[in-house]
């Protein structure tokens, strides 16, 4: 019996080899263990890539990668960045119909013209066509970019959405409450929630930097956010929740990440001479879990307050989170968070340093017993819910079917 193929097309799909994104790497081995044959069409650059391929094809722990050449460019928002999406989407047409027949054609936002070749193939082949969103665009842009519906970029974006909407075969999404948005375009259809998660089988602990270590506050009670220190994420709210905690000498705020925002942040913690809070540069994902689980007594994650994220959100951050068993404040406005599901910290209001800064007292003066069975709360949730062993076994119920 042959294998049924799966072409995964999403220009940012990496591999531990080439860096992030991981999540179709991780989604593609576990389908290779369920006897599937994966293909991963992606670009053979991404600013999220600290490695480059150098060859066309490559098997990469048992996926095969298939590389489109695009152009370089110097950083994320760069223009050549946007020529880059156009290039990528115009070279599927002319290369995919060098890879096996697919059975199954899984594209993935948030770019969305690439939909269009994969819809020809998917006629072409006879192939199953499926449509992940991850983020929602164009609404990411109109909210978080600041760019008007009347923008030609953005009603063309709009136009190519609908189409990947209404022409898919499956809708698959990582936000838990994307039914709602399909309610508000006024669409029907039905669609399967398949969220991000963790590989629990490359969980490595690695060891900390010793000039990382030195830098962590000591004998405190350490309130730690990891991750892309962006607009969206909302650190303004924590710096706002330190400045209010600036007299509990006992407490202490460690970022740890680089992005556009980091140097406005140090500069208003300088202004404001907030001497509880620490700036850290960004380490591996195998020393985050180690910061997290021998340094760290709760973490936080928030978004700024936008309609957007009432349709869900899913932060790798709170995976790495619960990963490590620590409480979680967490200060997004989304109905039915998964800290709330999990049972394993406290949800506050987006965008209230107040509403954080209480958090963190009430976990501060929680007994040490009760915090660590929060913890235990959240790394049970994840086992339960969010292993892409698991994830991948709902996609072929749901989905490959």
């Not at 969305?112 to 072409?124: G, M, N, Q, R």
């Not at 499926?130 to 978080?144: G, K």
């Not at 709009?158 to 698959?172: N, T």
């Not at 969220?195 to 830098?215: H, R, W, Y």
Request: positive net charge; contains cysteine.
């Amino acid at each position: 019996m042959n294998k049924k193929i799966v072409w995964f097309i999403n220009e940012y799909a990496g591999s531990p080899k080439y860096g992030m994104v991981f999540r179709h790497y991780y989604l593609g081995k576990e389908l290779v263990n369920l006897d599937y044959n994966v293909w991963i069409i992606s670009a053979n650059y991404s600013h999220l890539f600290y490695n480059y391929p150098h060859v066309k094809r490559e098997n990469i722990d048992g996926i095969n990668y298939y590389w489109i050449d695009v152009i370089k460019y110097p950083h994320a928002h760069s223009k050549k960045r946007v020529l880059k999406w156009f290039q990528f989407s115009t070279k599927l047409f002319r290369q995919l119909r060098f890879l096996p027949k697919p059975d199954y054609i899984y594209v993935s936002s948030p770019f969305l013209l690439p939909i269009v070749p994969a819809y020809f193939y998917s006629k072409k082949y006879k192939a199953k066509l499926i449509f992940e969103v991850r983020d929602i665009w164009p609404l990411t842009l109109v909210e978080l970019g600041g760019y008007s519906w009347k923008h030609p970029f953005i009603s063309f974006m709009r136009k190519i959405e609908l189409f990947a909407l209404k022409k898919s075969d499956s809708i698959v999404s990582v936000l838990f409450n994307f039914g709602k948005y399909l309610s508000d375009l006024g669409l029907k259809r039905d669609w399967h929630y398949i969220p991000n998660g963790v590989a629990m089988k490359d969980v490595v602990e690695e060891e900390l930097p010793k000039t990382f270590i030195s830098k962590i506050p000591k004998n405190k009670f350490i309130v730690a956010y990891t991750g892309t220190i962006g607009w969206a994420n909302s650190l303004d709210t924590l710096l706002g929740a330190a400045e209010i905690l600036r007299d509990r000498k006992d407490i202490a705020f460690v970022i740890v990440g680089k992005g556009k925002e980091k140097q406005r942040l140090i500069s208003i913690k300088e202004k404001k001479m907030l001497n509880n809070v620490v700036f850290l540069e960004p380490i591996t994902k195998g020393q985050i879990l180690a910061f997290l689980k021998n340094f760290v007594d709760i973490t936080y994650v928030g978004l700024r307050r936008k309609k957007l994220f009432k349709y869900g959100v899913s932060p790798n951050k709170i995976f790495d989170y619960m990963l490590a068993k620590k409480p979680i404040i967490h200060a997004i406005d989304v109905p039915n968070d998964l800290v709330s599901q999990a049972g394993c910290g406290i949800s506050v209001k987006a965008e209230s340093p107040k509403a954080v800064a209480d958090a963190i007292l009430k976990l501060y003066e929680m007994p040490k017993e009760k915090r660590e069975r929060l913890g235990e709360n959240g790394y049970s949730f994840l086992l339960k819910n969010h292993t892409y062993e698991k994830l991948a076994e709902k996609l072929v119920k749901e989905v490959l079917a």
